[in-house]
């Protein structure tokens, strides 16, 4: 979708970062809409980290430039821009109580605001993040999650144009993880901030966003919302990254209406969705492991299915689904996750058992290059 100047409150226009001979951020062209859930997604130095910091006034780009409202920032140091950050380790001061943690940027502010004004803020703040009653308590008082909210409140106290979030959820267990989610998530849409958030972790990204920025080598591989990343990932790099994703080599026989047809290693013919602009005969091809099924070797199969005969390697219960790892012949390694209730009514299938993997028409996709 494209973006109108007037939805955009901030915007990487052509913007690199190099520390000596590392080029941390290529050249990141980048518009981020009023009141959206963006997210950075990507491995250990990627660039994610990088672009965040140039936004919140941390890192200077050496080429390009980074703008908030329209207006270049790159000579406005942080504490004048219209951005707070909520960090990894929270950074809240142990010898403050939750009130004056909340507190710290008002009473920073010049001209001086009332005592009063910034017990009202506070407060505020601290009910919008479920801390009422909590502001006279000292930080090591306060479990992990309740020191996010700390932050979190600290943070949007100033009422910034943008939230900024370094991996806020990383040193947090899985459940607590979940319930955090939810809350920042409800918390963006009763306060209709913009949020952009740098994560590893794609299961957090995909619940939380409202698009997904996958950054590789300083770059942006591909954006777009969760569902456009995980069905039409640009190339392997983003099939890889998103999800879990079969990638299987092929040689394309046809193209036709969007769909091709492939050839598998062993002869197998399957239809999947081609590539935009695709011309090559040899491939790539992505299926997702939820796309496939399974059936045993001797059972009938079901029309306009093709069946790649494969052997079970491993079978790992999962609760709502098992996952499979199969060995089929001059295919591959396969993955099928196969959903409790189809694993019931089949009987599952043990380690070493000779089954056929079910492909649909139309399941997979051929990816592009690069």
């Known amino acids: 979708m494209q973006v109108r100047p007037e939805e955009t409150v901030a915007e990487f226009v052509g913007a690199s970062k190099r520390y ?117 308590r000292r930080i090591w008082e306060m479990s992990g999650g309740q020191q996010q909210r700390v932050a979190l409140a600290r943070a949007i106290v100033n009422e910034p144009k943008i939230l900024l979030l370094d991996e806020p959820m990383a040193a947090l267990d899985a459940k607590l993880r979940g319930e955090m989610q939810r809350e920042l998530l409800d918390l963006q849409r009763s306060l209709g901030i913009t949020f952009v958030l740098v994560t590893h972790d794609q299961e957090e990204a995909l619940a939380m966003s409202d698009r997904i920025c996958i950054m590789g080598k300083g770059r942006i591989a591909q954006i777009g919302s969760p569902q456009e990343l995980y069905d039409r990932p640009a190339n392997r790099y983003v099939a890889d990254f998103v999800g879990k994703a079969n990638i299987l080599s092929a040689q394309i026989a046809s193209r036709e209406g969007g769909l091709a047809q492939a050839v598998l290693g062993n002869g197998a013919a399957v239809t999947v969705a081609d590539a935009p602009g695709a011309a090559a005969t040899e491939a790539e091809i992505a299926v997702r492991p939820e796309a496939l099924s399974l059936a045993a070797a001797g059972a009938p199969l079901p029309e306009g299915m093709t069946a790649l005969p494969a052997r079970v390697t491993h079978r790992t219960f999962l609760g709502d689904h098992t996952e499979y790892l199969l060995e089929a012949p001059r295919v591959g390694a396969l993955q099928v996750n196969v959903p409790r209730q189809a694993e019931r009514a089949a009987g599952g299938h043990g380690m070493g058992a000779e089954v056929h993997v079910l492909w649909p028409a139309g399941a997979g996709l051929v990816l592009a290059a690069g």
């Open 20 to 136: 000596g001979e590392v080029l941390a951020a290529d050249r990141i062209d980048l518009r981020i809409r009023r009141g959206e859930f963006l997210s950075f997604l990507g491995p250990s130095g990627c660039g994610k980290t990088t672009a965040l910091r140039m936004l919140a006034g941390f890192e200077s780009p050496t080429g390009g430039a980074v703008l908030i409202d329209g207006r270049d920032v790159g000579a406005i140091p942080a504490y004048r821009r219209p951005v707070n950050m909520v960090f990894q380790h929270y950074a809240l001061f142990p010898h403050m109580t939750v009130a004056e943690n909340v507190g710290y940027g008002l009473r920073q502010r010049r001209p001086r605001m009332a005592r009063r004004e910034i017990a009202e803020k506070v407060e505020k703040a601290l009910a919008t993040v479920r801390l009422d009653a909590f502001g006279p």
